[in-house]
């Protein structure tokens, strides 16, 4: 039992539902997760090698997003791991164990949302508030999807196994900060679901658009492999910064490359709509223009701030990092189609 309720789960008259995922990383990753039916049936869903998913589980996380896709997504990911000056400790099962379970979470909650707006933000919200019961309110809906009555309380088990997870680690302040990271993408969510009318100018719409990478959450899981005495507040500040910076290089390499072959949010379309332009190579060269200033400003304050990070070679890193990036779109697509 991943998420601590056996008891309550040995009260209800329904057997309880189950998701199992097993895929082969640079370690074995496993994961069994039981949550609670709430529709008449249980589900038992599989995400292993070999196995394509069924009906439901690809309406939960996507089409054909099996053991094989994990395994893509995350070697691609690898690429931007720390450039770390120092030796990594051997700890690499929890890193990519708490890894996916964020993914699998945001990958739920996004298709929730695309299934159930209205009934997803509430229980978004009650994750984010910590309602002491999330899924009470569940009840008193007409007419809800079956999937829904399915994700619902899948997401909230893995939201309490990832927890659970995290609370394993004896640095409190990273601990607090990969919380408060997760959280915040449970937020960013949220807000795409209105941000093409709620955003006044380009960089709060990428502030929000590009957090659906979780590059920052994936750096905050690998200082785990460096020394504790190491990891201070100014050091998970820079993290989070260095995340939120490769997320926006993301996430516009990936817009140029697929605007206007696909609906959704889209950072170059939302860039020609504020500023009355249409599509065009010059309109795209400006629009690069444009970011590549943005870009440069945020890297000239990595590099000015990297002095709260000894143990990490920021040069490397980013000389490194640049050509994965102008490549992620590729597997960003993968993603996205995938809505995450």
Not at 109 to 127: G, I, K
Not at 150 to 173: M, N
Not at 186 to 197: E, G, K, P, V
Request: aromatic share 10%.
């Amino acid at each position: 039992m991943s998420d601590g309720r056996t008891e309550f789960y040995k009260t209800q008259k329904v057997p309880p539902s189950t998701f199992v995922a097993e895929f082969e990383l640079e370690v074995p990753v496993s994961l069994n997760i039981v949550f609670e039916t709430l529709g008449g049936k249980p589900y038992h869903l599989t995400l292993k090698p070999g196995r394509k998913p069924h009906g439901m589980q690809s309406l939960l996380f996507g089409r054909s997003r099996d053991a094989e896709w994990f395994r893509q997504i995350f070697a691609y990911l690898a690429k931007l791991q720390i450039a770390n000056k120092a030796p990594r400790r051997s700890n690499l099962i929890w890193q990519y164990n708490v890894k996916s379970l964020s993914v699998l979470l945001n990958l739920l909650l996004v298709r929730l949302m695309e299934e159930e707006p209205a009934a997803s933000r509430q229980l978004a919200q009650n994750l984010l508030f910590v309602h002491l019961h999330p899924l009470q309110f569940i009840k008193n809906l007409p007419n809800v999807k079956e999937v829904f009555l399915v994700g619902a309380p899948l997401l909230i088990a893995i939201y309490s196994t990832l927890k659970h997870e995290i609370d394993q680690v004896s640095v409190r302040a990273l601990a607090n900060a990969l919380k408060e990271e997760q959280r915040r993408l449970i937020s960013f969510s949220l807000s795409s679901m209105d941000l093409d009318n709620t955003s006044s100018d380009l960089e709060e719409y990428l502030s929000v658009h590009s957090r659906r990478y979780q590059i920052a959450f994936f750096l905050l899981c690998d200082l785990f492999s460096v020394n504790p005495t190491l990891i201070t507040p100014a050091s998970l500040r820079f993290m989070v910064l260095l995340g939120s910076y490769l997320e926006t290089e993301a996430v516009i390499c990936r817009d140029i490359a697929y605007a206007g072959t696909e609906k959704g949010l889209n950072s170059y379309q939302f860039w020609l709509r504020i500023n009355k332009k249409t599509h065009s190579p010059q309109a795209t060269e400006e629009f690069m223009n444009y970011t590549k200033k943005l870009s440069q400003e945020n890297k000239d304050k990595l590099i000015a701030d990297c002095t709260s990070v000894p143990f990490f070679d920021l040069p490397t890193f980013i000389q490194e990092s640049s050509e994965v990036v102008q490549q992620y779109y590729n597997i960003m697509e993968i993603m996205i189609r995938a809505y995450l």
